[in-house]
């Protein structure tokens, strides 16, 4: 079983992610169009439920059990090792049960505090249903969750990375065909429809966990999985305590995040309301921002969330080892990766608002301004996501909390009020929202960046350097997307026309952009020059080397 660098684990859980985040945008387009505005708002109101229950039974377990392997076997406590992954297994168990119970239960009064009083489009009855409908899965992500940590505490994220296109792949055919189905077939209703669509997390959780505790069977000997006799001095009760108090930080951080995601969707729809917008526009401008944008953004996020899969492991035995010259190093290698891919891609997709929005859910002018301002959003969570997974990596809890805490707080206090202040200024009043979440991942990050600094002297002048080197080609890159704007017809009625008009105008941006980036240097001070030869000798098939 081959495992990898930090680079590459970076890069093959990143591609992994990328091409999951792509199939997850792709599905979007022909459900929207079955299920309608209000089919949307009702798998949205669905999903961002199950994901802050989803966060409180798992968000913190896989990391957990991947901190604990790396640091078990850079101890070589192999015993120990074997232990703690069946543990997590018996913890995990415990919550998800007891996470389905009171999702399911409490479905009523979850579905009355989202809508309240709105009235004129969906109903407590058909968020209740789908709410548990979508609980099953609750059942099932979690154990998958906890057997890719184990993978990845081994720096083994080809396994992992596969399973999650498996889960994507499955759970998109059980969305579109079961709607299909539902709508075409069966002439079901909308309610029946979207519960069906929201199930199909739990069908494909089943089938990538089969596959990945097939896999993990079949590796057992490489895995150290096989019968050790002699028992490691670390007892039950000390590991149980190790994965509790670094699953803990993990967990808070997610379903803060979480919370924070669901209070924006309640505190624009109230806002909304009580600016005197109708009920149909209202569901739209929530879930675009809550929702629909985000599911476009999800290619800019799954940089950082591919990132954090091989960091973590890896400052976990740069600090076990007390090297913090590596942290240093790792942390700003993250960061440098995050400034060159995630900054040309949001002012990229910021600058194609129009096409891309009508690519996935038609022509509308409210939904492309959402879009492109929520896009630069992405970047500044993926700082916040590396940066914290720093300090939890190093065990900094109370920075984790403190960083993470005020950042939602500052957007919390920030939403109504700059929603208030836009519908003053005469623009539309969900914007302020939208910079309300920007200010508040910003707070955080900065705080996290502070206290490394701060209490371990870790410097950042290289990723500075770095991002001013960076500002360079994507000015080009922006003066050529512009240009090309202005020469190239834009057809929004087709769909066809706006996939071309995007694939022309982002493949000479994203060439011109890494030409000169490269050209710069910048991609060799990155990358490596050993590594970025491999990766273009690959891109190539041999045809074309640095060398």
Not at 70 to 83: D, G, M, P, S, V
Not at 151 to 180: A, D
Not at 256 to 269: T, Y
């Amino acid at each position: 079983m081959k495992k990898s660098s930090f680079i590459e684990g970076t890069i093959i859980a990143t591609l992994a992610i990328i091409i999951t985040k792509l199939l997850g945008m792709i599905y979007v387009i022909p459900f929207y169009a079955m299920v309608g505005e209000k089919g949307s708002a009702l798998y949205a109101y669905a999903y961002n439920i199950y994901i802050i229950f989803l966060d409180i039974s798992s968000a913190g377990l896989p990391i957990a059990i991947s901190k604990i392997i790396k640091e078990l076997n850079t101890l070589k406590l192999y015993e120990a090792k074997q232990r703690a992954y069946q543990i997590g297994k018996k913890i995990v168990l415990g919550i998800s049960i007891t996470i389905f119970i009171i999702l399911f239960l409490f479905a009523p009064s979850i579905a009355t505090l989202i809508l309240g009083n709105l009235q004129g489009g969906n109903t407590i009855e058909d968020v209740t249903f789908v709410i548990r409908s979508v609980s099953c899965a609750i059942l099932v992500i979690p154990f998958l969750g906890v057997s890719r940590g184990y993978l990845q505490g081994h720096n083994v994220f080809s396994i992992s990375s596969i399973s999650q296109v498996i889960e994507q792949i499955v759970r998109i055919c059980f969305i579109l065909g079961g709607s299909y189905l539902a709508i075409h077939i069966f002439g079901l209703s909308l309610k029946n429809t979207i519960g069906i669509a929201v199930f199909g997390a739990c069908a494909g959780g089943i089938a990538s966990l089969l596959y990945i505790l097939t896999k993990i069977r079949k590796n057992k000997e490489s895995l150290g999985l096989k019968e050790v006799k002699e028992k490691d001095k670390i007892t039950n009760q000390e590991i149980r305590k190790k994965i509790i108090t670094y699953a803990i930080p993990f967990i808070i951080i997610a379903i803060a995040a979480s919370i924070n995601d669901f209070l924006d969707m309640v505190m624009i729809m109230r806002t909304l309301e009580f600016l005197g917008i109708d009920a149909p526009k209202v569901e739209f401008a929530t879930t675009a921002i809550t929702t629909w944008s985000t599911k476009i953004c999800m290619i800019v996020n799954s940089i950082a969330v591919g990132m954090t899969t091989s960091l973590i492991p890896t400052i976990v035995g740069a600090y076990t080892l007390k090297d913090w010259d590596e942290v240093e190093d790792k942390l700003n290698k993250a960061l440098q990766l995050i400034l060159l891919i995630c900054i040309p891609m949001c002012v990229g997709l910021s600058l194609l608002s129009k096409s891309v929005w009508s690519v996935f859910y038609g022509a509308n002018e409210a939904g492309t301004v959402i879009f492109a301002i929520r896009v630069f959003v992405s970047l500044f969570i993926n700082l916040y996501m590396v940066t914290n997974s720093t300090l939890q990596g190093l065990n900094k809890f109370k920075t984790v909390y403190k960083s993470t805490i005020i950042g939602f707080l500052t957007n919390m206090f920030l939403n109504v009020p700059l929603m208030l202040l836009f519908n003053q200024l005469n623009l539309e009043p969900y914007l302020g929202a939208i910079f309300a979440t920007a200010i508040g991942y910003i707070t955080a990050f900065t705080i996290a960046l502070k206290t490394l600094k701060k209490n371990h002297a870790l410097k950042y002048k290289s990723t500075l350097k770095m991002l001013f080197k960076i500002l360079i080609p994507t000015f080009v890159m922006t003066i050529v997307v512009v240009i090309l704007k202005m020469i190239l017809p834009l057809n929004v009625a087709s769909r066809i026309s706006c996939i071309l008009y995007i694939a022309i105008i982002s493949l000479l941006g994203a060439l011109t952009y890494f030409v000169i980036a490269y050209k710069m240097g910048i991609l060799d001070k990155i990358f490596g020059r050993s590594y970025l030869n491999k990766i273009i000798k690959k891109l190539t098939f041999g045809k074309i080397s640095l060398n």
